[in-house]
């Protein structure tokens, strides 16, 4: 949801301006103290937020890792590493992790060639093509909860249009959401479609920035259209594209509403994501260290990317 | 050029204020209601006509004194208000009385967050013996009344009459076997052409406990928790196995639809059903209203089916009971109970039943012109009385009192879904075992 | 640019026609939508979608059977606070990671970024137990506070504050502002693009959150459009398709409008942003 800024964030990064010079012996201890207290006031408030609503609450989930917890979510027996053993060596939580997998790569591949297909097309410049763009960006305005009323009457078995069409063509009729792995796809195909009005914007935006004379030129020594794509536009847009691939990937690693409104987790688990297997286990069987152990191993692999993000991020500034 | 830009900062400034004002006010005006009456938080999770009903319930209620006001919120499905209900207790947003399922009673039970009803029955003298016997069983520990019996069902088969006549097939018996059914949806699925769906069973733990209830078989040792607390379970006996293969051989002859699970999963099967492309499925008696009023060809219903070569032993009630909070004052609490009374009313009870499919629980209930014009109407509506009128009370159809049957419902619903896919049923069943067992290990020791 | 259009002509099509094909892919989903929420149910349950039984009844009966006015209304509060608290306090803390001078700015500024890497999503379970502890369950504020602040809107501003002439902040210092009149006549106007990003950013951000409000909301008082829709989608076990569409309809309407009006200026933001 991030991508604009990140934009700007890629070539701006770290760039301490003139005015940060280091603390001089003509600072006075007064003024340091003066700036002190209005850090403290500047800041102050953020750093409470966060403390107790991010620090904090990682640090407890870590700790109710190591406990069973009772039928009212008190930790009562501390028993070590047993969670993530028993979690680790569980069919459905490996099942889980599997599904997360699939349903991460199938989105971030797909809303990335889609969006820069989109992007591309869009770019051309055809008559009436405003209207297309208003269009493919249409999507950005939908939330999970819309999208997923959409897509759910698509799906539908009894009166959906996909099965409509399927008897109308004798095409054989799918159960979309009852079939473990059409109703991965099911959820694949409406989570890329949410993602791609976004995604659409920010590819055009950054193939807009493209120098026309790149181009110019190219076509000055006749170069193919593909050998353009690939060895001009790409390279350009390399930044955005990074930017983009790794916000998918995180975001799609969070997704639950979707799959909460259209599958909950079914048929088979096949579409239970890890969010929703956290909120599952705590929110409806009241399991929070085992939902806590959950919570952890989520962490750290979203840590995981968004620090590899981060350094990624960093290097590009310095080329 | 500087004050420009300053310029243009005030105004939005400005314009900020004046939309926080505006919001402000609206919150304001909108939560300030001014009421002397005491309020009564009450939490549900009916849907459909049975919240229609309810909610005229609770306006009557709150027209007919005038000391309190009944605030009905809906909390969404079964499983999810379990853990709400525990996880709000005493705060602000925690209920006066609330509604929970069958299954949880043992749950709210040991969390000491309730105040029995038993208390109230006693302090008032209440005649509870007009409350149907074997739902208030279901609800009570030690001959103490933990919660009022409320909207309670009977799972039951429902079939298109009209369309078996069409086809000229002869409708299952009153109390039908496994291979009853078995023929009757082989026949409708072949003469219609394929064209219509013999059968359809929820994936719905509920459904997989009844089976094994009719069959006399225990979900749980310890008799079903009846005699201690449980610490295994058992999904893989005969009637578990022998269901789920009979189930089985209906998918693979194709004259089974498998509407999957959740609650769109029971829309579509009922929207299948209404729309004529489904013949038979096993569902509460709960949808009894909604499918005479959507149908127009005729109703039929009968008992659950059992196991061939055995008599069915009986299905246990389904629904759920009132609870009253321990953490509001007492004249709320007080409160919640005459709500309760309210509701459990003759006319009431019988309004209920009419409008739902909800048995009526009060025994003069019977005599109301309401449900004397509804078997009149629909003879088939009296065959889940008749279920539960039929049925002696033992171990093992009279629900599991143990901890944990949520997870007993996703588990089981999951092998449900493997089966229904094409998995090996033991195995299948053996892996559910697996996991719930160690689940229950696990949940007694942090319980201990 | 002019070989596109001289191109042959069989190229030109199937441009056209890629074209044609992607918009049905993302408008199929929105014409159906839109087109069912004016049927009558009874003609979506039948599945005979091209009935001609057209009118405005499921509306209405959205609006007046349902308290789908309310979600928006809810939604409106929280997201519109969320955004103007974090305009405030992420400005804030950027301002002082920027112009302040103390002893461990950087450690801080890491820490900062730090907390980007934790996702709400594996603290629900703490984060719960706290609002319950502070009183805040069924509130408006439950949706609120936790949410005052982002590092990630910390990082954006500061970026942005970076960009500032040291010029200024010389000549302010020389001219005796304090820290509090150099923020606010001075940086906030200065990057007014990079607050309104922001602004957009987490209106949305909040506009869009489904779980935490679906695990800290009991009543429709406070619940948000999001969770409003689900609630409003379990509700009916009878499937009446036709409103339920009408409430999707009601909800997006709005933010379309808003963003065929906003893309224009959104997009000329972007250029700018990758631009630079």
């Not at chain 1, 890329?192 to 190219?218: C, D, H, K, R």
């Not at chain 3, 730090?114 to 984060?127: D, H, Q, S």
């Amino acid at each position: 949801m991030d991508a604009p800024i990140t934009n700007k964030q890629s070539q701006t990064h770290y760039k301490p301006k003139g005015n940060k010079k280091p603390l001089t012996v003509g600072l006075s201890y007064k003024k340091e103290l003066r700036e002190r207290l209005y850090a403290l006031v500047f800041l102050g408030p953020s750093l409470l937020i966060l403390t107790i609503f991010v620090f904090f609450p990682m640090l407890r989930t870590l700790y109710l890792s190591f406990f069973l917890t009772n039928s009212v979510g008190k930790p009562t027996v501390f028993i070590g590493l047993q969670n993530y053993f028993s979690l680790l060596t569980s069919t459905a939580y490996l099942h889980s992790l599997q599904a997360t997998f699939i349903y991460v790569i199938a989105v971030s591949c797909l809303t990335l060639v889609l969006g820069l297909l989109l992007a591309q097309t869009a770019s051309q410049k055809i008559r009436g093509i405003s209207f297309f763009r208003t269009v493919f960006s249409g999507t950005m305005g939908v939330s999970v909860s819309v999208a997923a009323i959409f897509w759910l009457f698509m799906f539908n078995p009894s009166v959906g249009l996909l099965d409509q069409l399927a008897n109308l063509f004798h095409l054989p009729v799918i159960n979309w959401l009852t079939q473990p792995g059409w109703a991965m796809t099911a959820v694949v195909i409406s989570t890329v479609w949410m993602n791609l009005g976004f995604t659409f914007l920010i590819f055009f935006g950054a193939l807009q920035s493209v120098p026309t004379t790149f181009y110019e030129a190219a076509q000055i020594e006749g170069v193919s259209k593909r050998y353009q794509f690939f060895h001009i536009t790409l390279p350009m847009i390399s930044p955005t594209l990074f930017f983009v691939s790794i916000i998918t990937l995180i975001e799609s690693f969070k997704s639950f509403g979707l799959i909460d409104l259209m599958t909950a987790g079914g048929p088979d688990n096949a579409t239970n994501l890890l969010v929703y297997r956290i909120y599952q286990d705590a929110f409806l069987s009241g399991n929070y260290g085992l939902a806590s152990t959950e919570s952890v191993i989520l962490a750290l692999m979203i840590a995981f990317f968004t620090f590899i993000q981060f350094k990624v991020l960093e290097k590009r500034v310095n080329y | 050029m500087k004050k420009i830009k300053n310029f243009r900062y005030r105004h939005l400034l400005l314009l900020f204020s004046l939309c926080a004002v505006i919001l402000s006010a609206l919150t304001g005006c909108t939560s300030a209601k001014a009421d002397s009456r005491i309020q009564i938080t009450f939490w549900h999770e009916m849907t459909g006509p049975a919240q229609v009903q309810l909610t005229k319930f609770v306006k009557e209620f709150n027209q007919s004194q005038h000391k309190y006001t009944v605030v009905p919120q809906f909390e969404g499905n079964y499983n999810e208000a379990v853990q709400k209900i525990l996880n709000t207790h005493g705060t602000s947003a925690s209920p006066a009385v609330f509604q929970s399922m069958d299954i949880s009673t043992s749950q709210i039970y040991s969390s000491g967050y309730t105040t029995p009803v038993q208390k109230f029955i006693t302090a008032d003298n209440y005649d509870v013996s007009k409350i149907s016997a074997v739902a208030r069983a279901f609800y009570s520990k030690n001959g103490q009344q933990l919660s009022m019996p409320f909207n309670t069902s009977q799972p039951v088969l429902y079939y298109n009459a009209t369309l078996l006549k069409k086809y000229g097939i002869t409708p299952p018996p009153v109390d039908p076997s496994y291979s009853d059914i078995t023929r009757v949806a082989q026949q409708l699925y072949e003469r219609s052409g394929k064209k219509v769906k013999g059968l359809s069973v929820e994936i719905y733990g509920w459904l997989f406990e009844q089976f094994l209830a009719n069959a006399g078989e225990s979900l749980a040792n310890n008799q079903d928790g009846h005699a201690g607390t449980p610490t295994a379970v058992n999904f893989t006996g005969t009637a578990a196995t022998t269901t789920m293969k009979w189930i089985q051989e209906n998918i693979k002859h194709g004259s089974f639809m498998n509407y999957g699970s959740g609650t769109s999963a029971s829309a579509n099967e009922m929207a299948g059903f209404l729309s004529g492309k489904l013949g038979m499925f096993l569902q509460s008696s709960a949808d009894i209203s909604q499918l005479t009023a959507g149908m127009k060809d005729q109703l039929g219903i009968t008992y659950y089916p059992h196991p061939d070569g055995q008599k069915s032993n009986g299905v246990s009630i389904g629904g759920a009971s009132l609870w009253i909070s321990n953490d509001k004052s007492t004249t709320v609490q007080r409160g919640a109970w005459e709500f309760i009374k309210y509701l459990m009313k003759s006319q009431n009870q019988a309004a209920w039943q009419a409008a739902t499919g909800y048995l009526a629980l009060n025994k003069d209930s019977q005599n109301e012109p309401v449900l004397q014009k509804l078997y009149q109407k629909t003879p088939a509506a009296k065959i889940p009385s008749q279920q539960l009128a039929r049925t002696t009370p033992n171990n093992t159809n009279s629900g599991i009192f143990m901890q944990g049957l949520i997870q007993e419902r996703t588990i089981t619903q999951t092998a449900m879904e493997q089966i229904y896919n094409g998995k090996n049923v033991t195995s299948a069943l053996q892996d559910a075992e697996k996991q719930m067992n160690s689940y229950v290990q696990t949940t007694n020791k942090a319980n201990k | 640019m002019n070989k596109n259009i001289t191109g042959p002509n069989f190229q030109r099509l199937g441009q056209l026609f890629v074209l044609i094909l992607l918009a049905l892919f993302i408008l199929i989903p929105f014409l159906l939508g839109f087109w069912t929420s004016l049927l009558p149910t009874a003609d979506i349950s039948k599945g005979s979608l091209w009935s001609s039984h057209i009118s405005l009844d499921n509306y209405y009966t959205a609006i007046t059977q349902t308290p789908i006015i309310r979600y928006l209304f809810n939604s409106l509060v929280i997201s519109f606070f969320t955004m103007a608290a974090q305009l405030l306090f992420c400005s804030m803390s950027a301002y002082a990671f920027v112009f302040l001078e103390f002893k461990g700015r950087n450690t801080l500024f890491y820490v900062f970024l730090a907390t980007m890497m934790l996702p709400f999503e594996a603290e629900v379970i703490p984060n719960f137990v706290t609002v319950r502890n502070m009183g805040l369950l069924n509130h408006y504020a439950v949706m609120i506070i936790p949410f005052l602040t982002s590092a990630f809107g910390t990082f954006m501003l500061r970026q942005s504050f970076l960009q500032i002439p040291g010029e200024l902040k010389e000549a302010s210092e020389i001219e005796g502002l304090s820290h509090w009149r150099f923020y606010a006549s001075v940086v906030m106007p200065y990057s007014r693009i990079s607050l309104f990003t922001l602004a957009a950013y987490s209106f949305l951000a909040s506009w869009n959150q489904y779980l935490w409000p679906m695990l800290t909301t009991f009543s429709d008082d406070f619940r948000p459009v999001q969770d409003g829709l689900r609630q409003l989608q379990s509700q009916e076990s009878f499937n009446n398709w036709g409103m339920i569409q009408a409430s999707a309809a009601i909800v997006v309407i709005p933010t379309l409008i808003v963003l065929f009006i906003g893309q224009h200026y959104f997009k000329s933001g972007l250029n700018e942003g990758a631009v630079k």
